[in-house]
């Protein structure tokens, strides 16, 4: 798949990370994070399939490293990927952060890291 090339994995997922539909066909619907690259899309290859005309086979992926922590990335979709209401190809995120694919808003929620 597009831009699955790009990641590699660098360290375990902090438990807690989350992500909510806030508005769509699958709204309240909350999915943990529970690896370091999760694709979401209307695909069987993806790790979130969500049947959504609007999005891609494999949309886009959260992915989470030590260096950069959480980010976004578009997998080369059709529509794009919009962070907090503007389109980024990938992207540090934080708690809180709005991602909208297609028609679908998401919300991340993720655990406070001590260091």
């Known amino acids: 798949m597009a831009g699955e090339a790009t ?18 066909f699958y709204e309240g619907l909350e999915l943990p994070i529970d690896r370091d690259w999760f694709v979401i899309g209307r695909g069987r290859g993806a790790d979130a399939v969500l049947a959504e ?10 992915g ?7 980010f976004v ?11 907090n209401g503007e389109k980024h190809k990938r992207s540090p ?5 709005q991602i909208q ?4 808003l998401l919300r991340v929620t993720f655990p406070q890291v001590t260091q």
Request: aromatic content about 6%; glycine content about 12%.
């Open 64 to 70: 989470f490293d030590t260096a950069e922590g959480f």
């Open 73 to 83: 990335q578009d997998l080369g979709s059709t529509n794009g990927t919009l962070l």
């Open 93 to 97: 995120l934080k708690s809180g952060d």
């Open 53 to 62: 005309p609007t999005i891609s086979r494999a949309h886009a992926a959260i």
């Open 7 to 24: 990641f590699k994995p660098s360290a375990p997922v902090p438990s807690g990370a989350a992500v909510e539909v806030l508005r769509g």
């Open 101 to 104: 694919i297609g028609k679908l």
